[in-house]
Nanobody
Framework: QVQLVESGGDLVQPGGSLRLSCAAS????????MGWYRQAPGKQRELVAS???????NYADSVQGRSTISRDNAKNTVYLQLNALKPEDTAVYYC?????????WGQGTQVTVSS
């Protein structure tokens, strides 16, 4: 079992920045990749960024160039730095952990971009 706890969501003005955190616990040695997804009201959940155990990263076109995913293995935590935030970035952001047996999701953290 893997437990994921997200934090860092907030209300920010357009152009602002946020850093989201996802702390993993449990059978973390089984995780081979982690990612951030988001879901806006009335829309499907979509990938924002992902990072593998070897450090390879992947970003959605919508956040490419203004976001960074990183991991701190000592803290078992994955971060998502979001810059130049836009109102269309408003969503619940979820952390996901991939293992060979199944995927795990966190409870989500709300990001609202509004003036």
């Amino acid at each position: 079992q893997v437990q994921l706890v997200e934090s860092g969501g907030d209300l920010v003005q357009p152009g602002g920045s946020l850093r989201l955190s996802c702390a993993a616990s449990g059978s973390i040695v089984s995780i081979y990749a982690m990612g951030w997804y988001r879901q806006a009201p009335g829309k499907q959940r979509e990938l924002v960024a992902s990072i593998t155990s070897s450090g390879s990263t992947n970003y959605a076109d919508s956040v490419q160039g203004r976001s960074t995913i990183s991991r701190d293995n000592a803290k078992n935590t994955v971060y998502l730095q979001l810059n130049a935030l836009k109102p269309e970035d408003t969503a619940v952001y979820y952390c996901k952990a991939n293992t060979a047996l199944r995927n795990y999701w966190g409870q989500g953290t709300q990001v609202t971009v509004s003036s």
